[in-house]
């Protein structure tokens, strides 16, 4: 008597994710008669036969174990077909063989299996567990003398003996495998979602590559994680070394291995991947590509990686829980097996997984050797994250954790620690080409870079240019993309501060990777204070030629990144240009309070010159803008102090002076700029002070020397591609470029365009009853304190309405509202 539930097709969960693809090959026209599905324990190979079968009739199922003799294997398989799948009369007066003299048994079997149409399958699930001779020989000659209407589909946790390398050269059995059983991410999220989680794409992913798609491993994450924290919390910490995930790896899979394999797997447990010629050296066996090779083939446990490396992969769940049992059990073993692999890789000049290993042993004399030959190409390659993990290993009180044993490990630790200070950059390069050690391509590209730093901070603006290019092209041609990064940005700093902001945007966006067809992912050095600082360049080129709304985006990228990624004043120049961005598209009561907000929180921290001078010319327009000059002051304060920005300065009190339309003053103040005896930090300011005598000769009605001032702007501005002053000009700056017609250059063009734009009034714009009556009191020279008293409203509310006026009627200041209301009959 055969228990029913041996023969019965096991019950599938209504949460079982469906995967009716998987046997897509075995059910296709022509298929082989003969399936195997092959993989380790928790692999879901039950539940995915059990699921397709429940589909497909007629279908047998037979469970197969331990128990099982000859007698009883065929008795189990007889009642199958007999009670499940219909099996007609000539099945069902055969009798099972009594003994192995029962030779003509197999042969009765075949006859009667011979016509069915459509065949039968035979499902024979668990053959690994017959351990009896007589039935597995039984099972071999099934396989073999299978008949024609029968089709066969075997589940063994290993390739089960029954001469498969002789099917499969003839075409005569079709696979399924581990690698196929695995989960895919799309499989994953259902998964989850079914147990009722709510994971993002990246913790999907990060789940399905770290169980494998092992769905065992998959199963117990789902249960652990019900009970975490956050997914992302569980994600850092999941491992094979989880309670649950050990007991099942140890009950289910370490303990059918023989001694021998686990010990093989225990050692080489410490490296992912696991070249086959570094196994020969872990585990000291000449065979150990045949153990891997073998180990794929008969259990899944081992994969064998694309390429021809003979590269394998263990389970990552299994390598985990064996690297953390001998890391706790074996301590002194694990430090000599990683000192081994890190002297492997270092001798295959794979300085990563070299590090990698030298970090986890505990020899600092060859962590140091390897940061001593590694650290400056990985920092200039920018393999960051296994550069400072590396240096946070090595012994000491030194920051990051050790001291640098070299001038070439000191350099690379600044260089992926992100030093601010270009001068002690400059010095530490000048150590490392004094010491000589690094290797050709290294020397030549900090040579280059040395030398282009040495030209910055000499103020040879166009040797650093120069020189850095060459920089650059060796960075390129060898691969140093952190180095290329640098190089970039620093040569878009020189064209910022040049003003030529076409180069300035190019170089910067170069270093961010906007030059790519298409996006790519954040590269390891991120987030990096290089790359802070090309978002700064890029937010300012785009800036000063008049495309707020590319500005403004890449200052949020950068702020996106975390706080204490971003040095204090670069996170100012980013709040700075961001602010600026918002007042030029249409919103200055909101960009100038993050500009001031940005320098309230800097208070007292040290800024350099340029950068306190654009920050005052920045704040101090957006104030103009808004209507109260008394406010302007307070960004202008800390420039009065410093010698190097008279010209600046200069700049601030003209634009008051005409706000005020004082144009005798206004002009006295810019008259050393505009002739050329007063020579400014920033380039653009020279462009805004010929506007500011533009705009002082158009009021005085001197139409041709407005022009001329006009016509000498344009030509300054032009190679710069220098907008923005021309777009912040007042209307009477607007009038000449109406009229500026001569030869009709494609860069005036541009300027009358973007002039037009930002005054255009909004389209149907019609005044409230509020705004009317505010804009009422702007002829009279009340403050907004003042009006906001009158109307018994707030000050800030006062603005709001001010500037809400301003881009109704199309005009930038308090004096052109007044002028255009007038001329439409509002006042």
Known sequence: MIPRGKTTVPGVPPDVVARPELFAGFDAAGAPGVGLVSAPAGYGKTLALAGWAAGHAPTAWVSLDRHDDAHLLWSAILAALVRDAGAGAEVRELAPPRGADDRDFLARFCAALDVPDPP??????????????????????????RPRGLRLLLSSRFDPPLSLPRLRLEGRLWDLRADRLAFSPAETAVLTERAGLTLSADETRRLQRRTGGWAAGLRLAVQAMRNAESPEAFLAAFSGDDRSVADYLVGEVLDTLPAPTREFLTVASITDPLPGALAVELTGREDAVE??????????????????????????????????????????????????????????????????????????????????????????????????????????????????????????????????????????????????????????????????????????????????????????????????????????????????????????????????????????????????????????????????????????????????????????????????????????????AEIRRARTELAGHPLPARLEALAALLEHRAALRLGHPAGTLDGASGLAARDDTSAEVALLAAWTELDRDRTGAASARVAGIVAGTQVPLLP??????????????????????????????????????????????????????????????????????????????????????????????????????????????????????????YTKLGVQSRRSAVQTAQARGLL
């Open 291 to 592: 153990v891997l090779e073998r180990l794929e083939r008969e259990t899944s446990l081992v994969e064998e990686l694309a390429g021809d490396q003979h590269e394998h992969r263990i389970l990552e769940l299994l390598r985990t829980y064996l690297d953390a049992e001998l890391h706790r059990r074996r301590p002194v073993l694990a430090a000599e097996l990683h000192g081994r692999a890190a002297r492997w890789w270092a001798g295959r000049d794979v300085p990563v997984a070299a590090l990698g290993h030298a970090g986890r042993g505990s020899d600092p004399a060859l962590l140091a050797e390897l940061l001593d030959r590694f650290a400056l190409r990985l920092a200039l390659t920018g393999n960051h994250p296994p550069l400072r993990r590396a240096l946070a290993s090595t012994p000491g009180d030194g920051p990051p954790g050790g001291t640098p044993t070299s001038a070439a490990t000191a350099l690379g630790a600044a260089l992926v620690l992100d030093a601010e200070d270009l001068r002690a950059l400059g010095a530490a390069v000048a150590d490392v080409l004094t010491a000589g050690s690094p290797d050709a391509p290294v020397l030549a590209v900090l040579d280059a870079l040395g030398r282009g730093l040495g030209d910055l901070l000499t103020d040879d603006l166009d040797g650093a240019r120069d020189v850095l290019e060459e920089a650059r092209a060796i960075a390129d041609r060898h691969g140093f993309d952190f180095a290329a990064v640098q190089c970039r940005t620093l040569l878009a700093y020189v064209a910022a501060v040049q003003g030529d902001h076409v180069a300035a945007r190019t170089h910067s966006g170069e270093a961010l990777g906007e030059d790519a067809v298409a996006p790519a992912p954040r590269p390891p050095w991120e987030p990096s204070a290089w790359v802070t600082l090309a978002h700064v360049l890029h937010a300012y080129a785009a800036l000063q030629q008049a495309d707020p709304e590319t500005a403004r985006s890449a200052t949020e990228a950068a702020l996106s990144r975390p706080d204490e990624t971003v040095p204090p004043t670069l996170r100012f120049a980013l709040r700075v240009l961001g602010g600026a961005a918002r007042a030029d598209a249409g919103e200055p009561a909101d960009g100038l």
């Open 120 to 145: 039968i399958t035979l499902v024979l699930d668990d053959v690994h567990e017959v351990g009896d001779a007589a039935a597995m020989g039984e099972l071999r000659s099934l396989v073999l003398y």
């Open 684 to 805: 653009h300011v020279v462009v805004e002070a010929q506007l500011v005598q533009a705009t002082v000769d158009a009021r005085a009605a001197d139409v041709a020397a407005a022009r001329r001032c006009l016509r000498t702007a344009l030509a300054t501005a032009g190679p710069l591609d220098l907008l923005r002053p021309f777009v912040q000009a007042g209307e009477e700056v607007g009038a000449l470029l109406a009229e500026h017609q001569e030869g009709d250059e494609p860069f005036a063009a541009r300027v009358r365009a973007a002039h037009r734009t930002a005054g255009e009034p909004l389209a149907n714009a019609r005044l409230t009853d509020r705004e009317l009556a505010v804009l009422e009191l702007l002829p009279s020279l009340m403050s907004s304190d003042d009006i906001a008293a009158a109307l018994s409203v707030s000050r800030s509310t006062v603005k709001t309405h001010v500037q809400t006026i």
